[in-house]
């Protein structure tokens, strides 16, 4: 019997579903040799993941310019401070002795470095006190501008050099980048959000099998996304933590897509339906839901293209690229996978394992009714509560951590606190000012006269003289502030020498140095990205508007969406700075000290949690929207669909809270705070918001929700959610023998097929 008519009036989406579940054999081989040449191919011709933190028009891109061009390139890099503390003082002779060795071996062992000794003359001003016999000294270890392997690569060197000295009564510590120093990153945070997936899946489903699904799909979608990145890598610079945030992502959405789809299957089975007809019908709504959401998870990680940052751009692809991998395993080896499974799906269910119906009677019908009965109350406490999460993000201060958040056994922050303790903070993040020198020989002397006065401003500690290159046609000045790098006394420093000090003191010298350094390029960084962060959200935002008036043919509805999105971001905010930077239960969640909240993270952030917010709101209203074509009736269409995505939407939002809570274990500040913001909006966006908000101010708005303006129904393209209206699946039990769970030949396979009203 041939059924190529009735395939042929399916929608591309069912008709891919059909032909994934009956080519299924070629589908899943198909992944596997994709998966395995992609791991192999990325093995062997992988791009070198790479921190290009390159900021075009700041006056620390324009240092560090100037640096590489005048002959200072050796300064153009990092810098490591190596640290001795001695209680018996550092002059002696076998302290000094053991030091110099140490300094010598790290000049022998890596190339382009220059290595600036205490007891260098001059160099009293690197011994506390200034004295031959204090306590703690340090050197400085220049490493010319280089590659992040490179630098991993000196990194190693140095601290084996450092694991060498042996002089009684005296320590030494690495201070700089901890990327070079510190702890290698630990890939815990996965396996954790993994595990915590797999307990979620297999109370939702009650079914070893059943869970076992979202897991599968996630994983080949990770394996092939993150291997397509570290190729990319070869012609796009990626930061090193972007493999990290393709699998956050990966695990995170992959198992929620697959879960979507395996839920709709189920319930397809359950309603009679033959598992080629359940497979179809699946891909069909909570498939096409899928490709709908992930679409606004891609266009919110590329609205980061608005920032302007080549680091933030490589960001955005590798997290579209993971994204759109995740889908395409949902769509395509899902469906063959359940193919293989048939009807088997519940199979090795847990002994207590009962069927769960969200239909009317159940808990979340009764829960709707009831915030529906107090709309308006509903709405106040929901509100209430968002606004005192959120009211923290008011005082967000953006910056960088500095070594002083580190743990406090690791070698960073030993440097760091013996640093602070026998010189002042802000030896951990001295300023570095270039100039040219139109003038020569003559500039340097101006620039000796600027030495005195940066010693006397306020908020500097100490001014170093000024060192020429050897064609003296430029110079560099080291300005030691007086506090931390995180500070914001410090960004106030620095943002006074270039509109105050130094157009003062050198007005009409002809000189403009350039103020940069790590710790000024931090703070250039905050500034800018603080600068371009209402843009930037106000693209994603127009974007994800006009795309859910396409699909829900509304206004209200998704400006409603857009800011109750923004509501739950904001708590979200709230919470980092609460944490982070206040300080609130630091301690109880292992976070370190208390400090500004990493610049990059609210975009990032906002691109993410945006996204992934608009999930649930697709899945969530689309229902709704199903409900009230179906009924009219706008009262019971939010009450049934609350009823038929709440739980499944408590049980995505559930794995993706631990997937991304579990970064909170890592040693890395940065990737604490990005885990736990993520964290929450999650949380908040699946309770608060889907749960109490979206069915008050539905109820409130009543059949206003759906409202469009005729001018506008006829210009804004249709997009479908949940499937065009088409003819269903009729299965003739006569044809085929449908309880067969491994998949038969697909001719004998191949379910009779007739249209229906």
């Known amino acids: 019997m041939s059924h190529a008519p009735e395939r042929a009036r399916m929608s591309l989406l069912r008709r891919t579903a059909d032909a994934c579940y009956r080519r299924r054999r070629a589908v899943l081989l198909g992944w596997i040799v994709l998966a395995a040449s992609l791991v192999v191919i990325?093995?062997?011709?992988?791009?070198?993941?790479?921190?290009?933190?390159?900021?075009?028009?700041?006056?620390?891109?324009?240092?560090?310019?100037?640096?590489?061009?005048?002959?200072?390139?050796?300064?153009?890099?990092?810098?490591?401070?190596?640290?001795?503390?001695?209680?018996?003082?550092?002059?002696?002779?076998?302290?000094?002795?053991?030091?110099?060795?140490?300094?010598?071996?790290?000049?022998?062992?890596?190339?382009?470095?220059?290595?600036?000794?205490p007891y260098e003359p001059g160099g009293e001003r690197q011994i506390s006190g200034g004295q031959a016999d204090g306590s703690i000294a340090f050197a400085e270890i220049y490493l010319a501008d280089r590659s992040d392997?490179?630098?991993?690569?000196?990194?190693?060197?140095?601290?084996?050099?450092?694991d060498e000295f042996d002089v009684a009564g005296a320590t030494v510590d690495l201070g700089g980048d901890p990327v070079i120093v510190g702890p290698e990153?630990?890939?815990?945070?996965?396996?954790?959000?993994?595990?915590?997936?797999?307990?979620?899946?297999?109370?939702?489903?009650?079914?070893?099998?059943?869970?076992?699904l979202p897991l599968v799909t996630a994983i080949f979608g990770i394996v092939c996304g993150t291997a397509i990145v570290q190729l990319v890598a070869n012609v796009?610079?990626?930061?090193?933590?972007?493999?990290?945030?393709?699998?956050?992502?990966?695990?995170?959405?992959?198992?929620?897509?697959?879960?979507?789809?395996?839920?709709?299957?189920?319930?397809?089975?359950?309603?009679?339906?033959?598992?080629?007809?359940?497979?179809?019908?699946?891909?069909?709504?909570?498939?096409?839901?899928?490709?709908?959401?992930?679409?606004?998870?891609?266009?919110?990680?590329?609205?980061?293209?608005?920032?302007?940052?080549?680091?933030?751009?490589?960001?955005?692809?590798?997290?579209?690229l993971g994204v759109l991998l995740t889908m395409l395993s949902a769509v395509t080896l899902l469906p063959a996978i359940l193919g293989f499974?048939?009807?088997?799906?519940?199979?090795?269910?847990?002994?207590?394992?009962?069927?769960?119906?969200?239909?009317?009677?159940?808990?979340?019908?009764?829960?709707?009714?009831?915030?529906?009965?107090?709309?308006?109350?509903?709405?106040?406490?929901?509100?209430?509560?968002?606004?005192?999460?959120?009211?923290?993000?008011?005082?967000?201060?953006?910056?960088?951590?500095d070594n002083g958040n580190r743990p406090a056994d690791d070698t960073t922050r030993r440097a760091y606190d013996a640093l602070a303790d026998g010189f002042g903070e802000g030896f951990n993040g001295p300023l570095l000012l270039v100039a040219d020198l139109p003038n020569g020989a003559a500039d340097l002397d101006t620039l000796t006269d600027l030495q005195a006065e940066l010693a006397s401003t306020e908020g500097v500690a100490t001014a170093t003289?000024?060192?020429?290159?050897?064609?003296?046609?430029?110079?560099?000045?080291?300005?030691?502030?007086?506090?931390?790098?995180?500070?914001?006394a410090t960004s106030d420093l620095v943002h006074r020498l270039r509109d105050d000090v130094?157009?003062?003191?050198?007005?009409?010298?002809?000189?403009?140095?350039?103020?940069?350094?790590?710790?000024?390029?931090?703070?250039?960084?905050?500034?800018?990205?603080?600068?371009?962060?209402?843009?930037f959200i106000g693209v994603v935002l127009l974007l994800s508007f006009l795309l859910l008036m396409a699909t829900f043919r509304s206004v209200l509805v998704p400006i409603k969406a857009v800011i109750m999105n923004l509501l739950s971001i904001g708590a979200a905010y709230g919470v980092v700075v609460a944490v982070f930077q206040w300080g609130w239960a630091a301690d109880l969640l292992g976070v370190g000290d208390p400090g500004p909240v990493e610049a990059w993270a609210p975009m990032m952030l906002f691109a993410i949690v945006f996204g992934l917010s608009m999930d649930y709101e697709v899945f969530l209203l689309s229902r709704m929207k199903e409900e009230y074509d179906r009924t009219g009736d706008n009262a019971l269409a939010v009450a049934d669909g609350l009823a038929s995505t709440a739980?499944?939407?408590?049980?995505?939002?559930?794995?993706?809270?631990?997937?991304?809570?579990?970064?909170?274990?890592?040693?890395?500040?940065?990737?604490?705070?990005?885990?736990?913001?993520?964290?929450?909006?999650?949380?908040?966006?699946?309770?608060?918001?889907?749960?109490?908000?979206?069915?008050?101010?539905?109820?409130l708005l009543g059949d206003r929700n759906w409202w469009l303006p005729g001018w506008l129904d006829r210009i804004v393209p249709r997009v479908h959610v949940e499937g065009r209206p088409e003819p269903k699946l009729v299965i003739d039990d006569a044809a085929v023998d449908t309880t067969s769970a491994a998949g038969d030949d697909d001719d004998a396979q191949d379910l009779a097929m007739t249209s229906s009203p």
């Open 42 to 117: 990325a093995g062997a011709a992988a791009g070198e993941l790479d921190n290009d933190f390159d900021l075009p028009g700041a006056e620390s891109q324009e240092a560090a310019d100037l640096l590489r061009d005048r002959g200072f390139a050796d300064r153009a890099g990092t810098t490591i401070q190596v640290v001795v503390t001695a209680p018996g003082g550092v002059d002696d002779p076998a302290v000094r002795a053991g030091f110099e060795a140490l300094l010598a071996e790290v000049e022998r062992r890596v190339d382009d470095v220059a290595v600036v000794s």
């Open 149 to 162: 392997t490179d630098f991993a690569e000196a990194g190693d060197e140095i601290v084996a050099a450092a």
């Open 185 to 212: 990153q630990e890939f815990g945070s996965e396996a954790f959000g993994m595990l915590a997936a797999m307990v979620i899946l297999l109370i939702a489903f009650g079914s070893v099998l059943a869970m076992g």
């Open 236 to 320: 796009v610079t990626m930061p090193t933590f972007t493999l990290q945030l393709v699998m956050m992502l990966g695990i995170g959405v992959g198992i929620d897509y697959a879960l979507f789809i395996v839920t709709r299957y189920r319930q397809a089975l359950h309603e009679g339906r033959a598992p080629r007809a359940a497979v179809v019908e699946s891909l069909d709504t909570a498939g096409r839901a899928v490709l709908f959401a992930g679409s606004t998870v891609v266009i919110s990680v590329l609205g980061l293209f608005a920032m302007g940052l080549s680091f933030t751009r490589s960001l955005a692809v590798a997290a579209a």
């Open 341 to 401: 499974v048939g009807t088997n799906i519940d199979r090795l269910g847990l002994p207590h394992r009962t069927r769960a119906h969200g239909g009317r009677g159940g808990v979340w019908h009764r829960w709707s009714r009831l915030v529906q009965r107090r709309p308006l109350t509903a709405l106040v406490v929901g509100l209430a509560v968002l606004v005192v999460l959120a009211a923290p993000l008011f005082a967000i201060r953006l910056g960088f951590s």
């Open 465 to 488: 003289p000024p060192i020429a290159n050897d064609a003296s046609t430029a110079a560099i000045m080291q300005v030691i502030p007086t506090t931390s790098p995180q500070d914001e």
């Open 502 to 535: 130094l157009p003062d003191v050198l007005a009409g010298s002809g000189l403009d140095p350039k103020v940069g350094g790590i710790t000024a390029a931090a703070i250039d960084f905050s500034d800018y990205a603080a600068e371009r962060l209402p843009m």
């Open 647 to 699: 739980r499944l939407i408590t049980a995505a939002a559930a794995i993706m809270f631990f997937v991304f809570g579990g970064f909170v274990l890592s040693a890395d500040r940065a990737l604490q705070l990005f885990g736990m913001g993520l964290a929450v909006a999650v949380l908040v966006d699946a309770t608060v918001v889907r749960l109490v908000l979206v069915p008050a101010t539905m109820e």
